[in-house]
């Protein structure tokens, strides 16, 4: 990947760049072509300001032009920043044409995004208190490919709670951590795994909610972990980071406790990992380096540790990373105000 340092919705061979108004965090890939093959794919994206009014744009991405253009109609205004979006999976069959979109924050947020109206109607604003008309920040969520009904949430309250955004009811609560939850993935219909600022990475099973599996243990007690991503193409494999830590850790869940690799060629806090869409082994993390790396997961890791296969630097930290599974030659990075895909 070359190096660019584009200006507003500009492009070179291997990556196009969306200048937003404002800070960019949230990011997602809809996984439905347009209605209008014109415009591409969706891309949404969330706004990081420290203020109650935050806003998610929808964008429409050409990747045979190699263009990105908002698409004005389909902004909308969101309550505080939202801390992750998801396009519903190509599983969940729906009567109507339009993509269905969530969101985390303050609550969990389902919108219907319909390109042939121009509207974003709100469909559902899910609580997951029992006791009160608010609900504890929510950090982070994953929606089930397997059970698209299904969508599983984490919170500072150290709870996950388990959805069904079709009765819109909660199917389960579980206390899952003894400090907050920072992120949430699943593996299978009824498995899924979470980690948290108390430094471990623990495995559910909806079948059996009284227990769950420790498969990770930070090596500094009490170090949070941030990020977790379960790779779809063998989900034998995890990847987490840690607080403040360059790593990458891979894990194997048939060998709890010791990692399978660490990947550290970042020389700054890793911020944001996805595993690719179409490899068991390739996986892509951004940090504060500025750099994206994608590495390939050898079967034995050297005794000099692994490089990356290819390194993309980018104009400033990168917070936000996520990799296109409708169209895997693409990722998306964000930074400060930029969104940016690059083709890989």
Same mark, same amino acid.
């Given at each position: 990947?070359?190096?660019?340092?584009?200006?507003?919705?500009?492009?070179? =061979?291997?990556?196009?760049?969306? /200048?937003?108004?404002?800070?960019?965090?949230?990011?997602?890939?809809?996984?439905?072509?347009?209605?209008?093959?014109?415009? #591409?794919?969706?891309?949404?994206?969330?706004?990081?300001?420290? /203020?109650?009014?935050?806003?998610?744009?929808?964008?429409?991405?050409?990747? /045979?032009?190699?263009?990105?253009?908002?698409?004005? $109609?389909?902004?909308?205004?969101?309550?505080? *920043?939202?801390?992750?979006?998801?396009?519903?999976?190509?599983?969940?069959?729906?009567?109507?044409?339009?993509?269905?979109?969530?969101?985390?924050?303050?609550?969990?947020?389902?919108?219907?995004?319909?390109? /042939?109206?121009?509207?974003?109607?709100?469909?559902?604003?899910? $609580?997951?208190?029992?006791?009160?008309?608010?609900?504890?920040?929510?950090?982070?969520?994953?929606?089930?490919?397997?059970?698209?009904? +299904?969508?599983? @949430?984490?919170?500072?309250?150290?709870?996950?709670?388990?959805?069904?955004?079709?009765?819109?009811?909660?199917?389960?609560?579980?206390?899952?951590?003894?400090?907050?939850?920072?992120?949430?993935?699943? #593996?299978?219909?009824?498995?899924?795994?979470?980690?948290?600022?108390?430094?471990?990475?623990?495995?559910?099973?909806?079948?059996?909610?009284?227990?769950?599996?420790?498969?990770?243990?930070?090596?500094?007690?009490? @170090?949070?972990?941030?990020?977790?991503?379960?790779?779809?193409?063998?989900?034998?494999?995890?990847? @987490?980071?840690?607080?403040?830590?360059?790593?990458?850790?891979?894990?194997?869940?048939?060998?709890? @406790?010791?990692?399978?690799? =660490?990947?550290? +060629?970042?020389?700054?806090?890793?911020?944001?990992?996805?595993?690719? *869409?179409?490899?068991?082994?390739?996986?892509?993390?951004?940090?504060?380096?500025?750099?994206?790396?994608?590495?390939?997961? *050898?079967?034995?890791?050297?005794?000099?540790?692994?490089?990356?296969?290819?390194?993309?630097?980018?104009?400033?930290?990168?917070?936000?990373?996520?990799?296109?599974?409708?169209?895997?030659?693409?990722?998306?990075?964000?930074?400060?105000?930029?969104?940016?895909?690059?083709?890989?």
């Amino acid at each position: 990947m070359d190096n660019s340092a584009p200006d507003s919705l500009s492009r070179s =061979e291997t990556a196009v760049t969306y /200048d937003s108004p404002y800070p960019l965090y949230a990011m997602a890939f809809s996984s439905l072509r347009a209605a209008n093959t014109s415009s #591409g794919h969706r891309i949404a994206v969330g706004s990081f300001l420290e /203020d109650y009014n935050n806003r998610i744009d929808i964008l429409s991405f050409d990747s /045979d032009s190699m263009t990105v253009k908002p698409l004005p $109609n389909l902004s909308f205004e969101h309550p505080y *920043p939202p801390t992750k979006l998801m396009f519903s999976p190509p599983s969940l069959r729906r009567p109507s044409s339009g993509d269905l979109l969530a969101s985390s924050g303050d609550f969990l947020r389902l919108w219907e995004i319909n390109e /042939d109206s121009s509207t974003v109607e709100p469909i559902s604003v899910l $609580n997951n208190s029992k006791t009160s008309e608010f609900c504890a920040p929510l950090t982070s969520f994953d929606w089930n490919d397997v059970e698209p009904k +299904r969508l599983g @949430t984490c919170s500072i309250d150290t709870t996950c709670t388990i959805w069904d955004i079709e009765k819109c009811v909660v199917e389960t609560q579980l206390i899952a951590h003894d400090k907050e939850v920072h992120d949430i993935a699943w #593996g299978e219909a009824r498995v899924f795994a979470s980690v948290s600022a108390d430094g471990s990475v623990r495995i559910f099973d909806l079948r059996d909610k009284e227990h769950s599996t420790i498969i990770y243990e930070s090596p500094q007690p009490d @170090t949070p972990l941030l990020r977790l991503a379960w790779n779809k193409q063998d989900l034998r494999y995890m990847a @987490t980071i840690l607080m403040d830590s360059n790593k990458v850790v891979i894990l194997d869940i048939r060998s709890p @406790t010791m990692p399978v690799a =660490e990947l550290e +060629r970042h020389q700054a806090s890793v911020n944001a990992i996805a595993w690719a *869409p179409q490899s068991c082994k390739h996986i892509c993390s951004g940090g504060d380096d500025t750099q994206a790396l994608i590495w390939e997961l *050898p079967t034995v890791a050297g005794p000099n540790g692994i490089d990356p296969m290819s390194v993309y630097s980018a104009g400033s930290e990168i917070n936000q990373l996520q990799w296109s599974s409708s169209q895997p030659d693409w990722i998306g990075i964000a930074f400060a105000n930029k969104m940016q895909l690059l083709r890989v």
